[in-house]
């Protein structure tokens, strides 16, 4: 019996690392590969972390299994031999908190450029995002108007966005922090240019919750009383998912919308598209067709 058991501590590390090692294959890490240039400095930050669990795991493991076995070996009743007591290494203990305190300085240190690009303010690739915003979407702005193409507010169970209208001549309008009686809004829809920087505000209406775009590895909580800025890079022209990543009530499970990478003429037009739903009163084109039928 006491060989099954040194066989059944040692079979399910040995399942894990071949479980681990095909994973990659059939797709179990992550929903798809990152369809952000961002994402990919995420996922290899999450491999490089793997390797290091890994080693460990195999190690302590390997320790546990060499144990196992040379226990079960002095236990035969043919073998005589008394308990031995340890009290302890302090040599050991000492390797044993030191190295994984480098392993975890070294992990803090290697990601802190990752972080930065991705959370710290002045690190946001501010010069790209002003060149689509005056360049490519031809938008009247000054340089203390905002980047952000869109305000999305999280509210018990859905995504409510606000993109800025377009003036009388037709231009694109800067996003204000307040609604403006241009705004241009939709539910559950995000619409947004591809392969370029683009720059959301995020805001929460009630309770916590969490933009999450799982192909671009994007995620962060949406907090009562915050607006804070999230940027992102959609590496293809196509629909992503936009979830939830926090329990925020009952229909937390409804909290499911689109996220759509598109070019900028695609962009501009849904805009536009937008405005005429938006403001289509009927008055015109009732007085066109009364002019018709005169
Ligand atoms: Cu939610």
Redesign the pocket.
């Known amino acids: 019996m006491k060989w099954f058991w040194c066989l059944f501590f040692a079979f399910w590390p040995i399942l894990a690392i071949a479980v681990c090692a095909v994973a990659p294959a059939y797709g179990w890490w992550f929903p798809s590969a990152a369809a952000s240039p961002l994402g990919q400095r995420i996922d290899d930050l999450f491999y490089m972390i793997l390797i290091i669990t890994t080693i460990t795991f195999v190690g302590t493991q390997a320790g546990l299994a060499y144990v196992l076995f040379t226990g079960a070996r002095r236990t035969d009743p043919d073998v005589d031999q008394k308990a031995w007591f340890s009290h302890g290494s302090h040599q050991l203990e000492v390797i044993w908190s030191v190295v994984p305190a480098f392993v975890l300085l070294f992990i803090a240190l290697y990601q802190l450029d990752v972080w930065a690009d991705y959370r710290v303010k002045d690190m946001f690739p501010r010069e790209k995002m002003s060149q689509l915003l005056e360049d490519k979407l031809h938008q009247k702005r000054t340089k203390h108007d905002s980047l952000a193409l869109a305000e999305v507010t999280?509210r018990?169970?859905e995504w409510r966005i606000r993109y800025p209208g377009f003036d009388e001549d037709g231009n694109l309008l800067p996003l204000m922090p307040d609604p403006q009686p241009t705004d241009l809004y939709t539910v559950n829809d995000l619409h947004l240019p591809v392969r370029v920087p683009v720059m959301i505000n995020l805001k929460s209406q009630d309770v916590q919750?969490?933009f999450f775009l799982p192909e671009l590895r994007v995620k962060q909580d949406a907090v009562p009383g915050l607006v804070i800025p999230v940027w992102f890079e959609a590496k293809s022209q196509q629909s992503y998912a936009l979830l939830?990543a926090?329990l925020?009530?009952w229909g937390?499970y409804k909290?499911k919308a689109q996220f759509v990478a598109e070019s900028d003429e695609a962009f501009l037009e849904y805009l536009r598209e937008l405005q005429r739903q938006q403001f289509f009163d009927g008055v015109a084109e009732a007085a066109e067709s009364a002019e018709d039928d005169e």
């Open positions: 999280a018990q169970f919750h969490s939830c926090e925020c009530g937390h909290m």
